[in-house]
């Protein structure tokens, strides 16, 4: 582990030890380790790879009056401080710039280092895990888990996409059940096939309890 990997990683798990979200330390932390396995088999920089873990919520959109570029911001700030070469600061800032999902448009990720940390983000995000903060975010958010009258919004811009209020249920729909498909990496969509199954399969259990059948 590198010095800045490592301040880096101090810094971040101070910042988001007590988070609760579901983006917190230890979801940063899945994602790091994530990545490195991910990383390992792209022939990826991994020092760069890892920064972009550790730093890609560091100041997630989602909390931040949707400014699509406050992460970067920090991102940069925090690597000038350790005095990091301008070029490699870009790289991280252009994973932390384009990781977010935001409706499923266009993917602008263009570096492999950004594309396996996206991958290690999105798995994060489905099967267990994923079901788990899922509901945790729609709590934290105040919304219901699920109304059967309020129908998922396919298809949404990224606009449309973030001022969705949605219930738990529909964001399976909206989001967790498409990112097996946008998958960038041999490993990251090997491993997302699994998680999307179980996904599946939870769904099915939802509904027969829902109405009772089971």
Not at 163 to 180: G, P, Q
Request: include cysteine; charge should be negative.
């Amino acid at each position: 582990m590198s010095d800045l990997v490592n301040k880096t990683a101090e810094m971040i798990k101070a910042k988001f030890e007590s988070e609760g979200s579901g983006h917190d330390w230890w979801h940063i932390y899945r994602v790091w380790q994530l990545a490195k396995t991910i990383a390992k088999g792209e022939d990826a920089d991994m020092e760069i790879v890892e920064l972009g873990a550790l730093l890609h919520d560091i100041a997630d959109y989602k909390f931040h009056d949707g400014d699509d570029e406050i992460g970067g911001k920090k991102s940069r700030e925090w690597l000038e401080s350790l005095g990091m070469e301008e070029e490699r600061i870009e790289a991280v800032v252009h994973i932390v710039d384009n990781i977010s999902f935001k409706g499923g448009g266009k993917n602008n990720m263009q570096s492999l280092e950004g594309k396996v940390v996206q991958d290690a983000d999105r798995l994060d995000a489905i099967g267990a895990i994923g079901i788990g903060r899922c509901f945790v975010y729609t709590g934290y958010k105040g919304h219901v888990m699920h109304d059967p009258n309020n129908k998922p919004k396919l298809n949404m811009t990224k606009e449309e996409y973030k001022s969705n209020v949605a219930t738990a249920i529909n964001h399976f729909y909206e989001k967790l059940l498409l990112l097996k498909d946008l998958m960038n990496t041999k490993t990251g969509k090997e491993m997302a096939d699994h998680r999307h199954k179980f996904m599946e399969t939870y769904l099915e259990e939802f509904f027969q309890e829902w109405d009772g059948a089971w």
